[in-house]
């Protein structure tokens, strides 16, 4: 199973981007879906989560300008991205933990760039 994030691209600060992420198998007992991201010459970092309940997360750096959402039906994890700015550029990462023993799945990243 691989996750194909997709909706990255080049805005202008101010502006909105929505990344998807979906799964090319069935993911059984999914317990966490995320957004991680990786700058240039900087760690990965975790931007938003969501529980197999709803429960959403986002970091510090992004309150209130980024909300993670799900489709289980499809098994689709979404992040909506506003009011970004340039700090925000990146590879975006999504991310699934399922099963007892948490298995990690990841997809290959979606560049978002934010030009001042």
């Known amino acids: 199973v691989q996750l194909q994030a997709s909706g990255g691209g080049l805005v202008q600060a101010g502006g909105s981007l929505r990344l998807s992420c979906t799964s090319s198998g069935s993911i059984f007992n999914i317990r966490l879906m995320n957004w991680y991201r990786q700058a240039p010459g900087k760690q990965r970092e975790l931007v938003a989560s969501?529980?197999?309940?709803?429960?959403?997360d986002v970091a510090d750096s992004v309150k209130g300008r980024f909300t993670i959402s799900k489709d289980d039906a499809k098994t689709m994890v979404y992040l909506q991205m506003d009011s970004l700015k340039p700090e925000d550029t990146a590879v975006y990462y999504c991310?699934?933990?399922?099963?007892?023993?948490?298995?990690?799945?990841w997809g290959q990243g979606t560049l978002v760039t934010v030009s001042s």
């Open positions: 969501i529980t197999s309940g709803g429960s959403t």
């Open positions: 991310n699934i933990k399922a099963g007892s023993m948490w298995m990690s799945y």
